[in-house]
């Protein structure tokens, strides 16, 4: 992993040019964050993939070119796994030694939340290594947004959670508790897509924040199993991610962060709900 410092955002961003829109889904910001992407994201955690492809984007201008740099970059690690898989087998390791250095499956749970609707928003994320929780972010607050906004916002967050973990050659699942989110980027979006992004009966709401995470789907579905589950149902996860969601709001943080308070889960079960 990779700490995001001046140094490294310099490596990737010349000071006569702008950051690129590829290289601030790799720091995990939204477009509109791109103003205040240093500030957005100094201490952010990078895993070390991330850190190097948003060095090597730097000066792209063609959003082809971009993708054809992360498309080769992609297949350099998965060449890069495969290859040392043969090593590890050409040295007879034992059935029961560890060959990966990963922490096992990961589950994120999302949620998004608001008070009322349309109203103060924010989305929360809660990250379980085995059954353990590891991890909680929270953020993406907005005064004046809607469960939906929020809930897409969540989801769109643990795909970014996702592909880092995928290229740490862990196992991902998501679990949301919003079916529209859920339908929006795994089916109704095929469509719209193909209608160039219309739909009858008039305006596709939240379609910036849809495109993005249909298209980071669409990369990830191969290796990450996205299912819905009901929300305050008794998933412990579900409710971390949902007091998270109104920690965001009491916070008003617009950054998406990690969580760094002691993880109390029966304290923080204790937080407000959703």
Known sequence: MQVVTEELLTLGVDKKDEINEEQLILLGLELSNKENFIALSLGKELSDARAELFVLLRDIKAKT????????????????????VQILETKVVPIEAPTT???????????????PNPGKAGSGVAIYRG???????????????????????????????AQREVNAGNRVSIKCDSMYSIDCISKWAISWEKKNWTKKGGEIKNLDIIKKAYYLYNELKSDVKLSHIKAHAGYEGNELADRMTMYAIQEKSVAFVKYNEKLDIPALLKMRSG
């Not at 250095?101 to 008070?115: E, F, K, L, M, R």
């Not at 353990?132 to 970014?160: C, D, I, K, Q, R």
């Open 65 to 84: 070119s971009r993708k054809t740099i992360i498309a080769n970059y992609k297949a350099l690690q998965k060449f890069r796994k495969n290859e040392s």
């Open 101 to 115: 250095a990963n922490n096992g499956d990961i589950t994120i749970y999302c949620d998004g939340g608001c008070t």
């Open 131 to 161: 059954e353990n929780v590891s991890e909680l972010w929270y953020g993406l607050y907005e005064p004046m947004g809607t469960n939906n906004t929020a809930e897409l916002g969540a989801l769109y967050e643990s795909l970014l959670i």
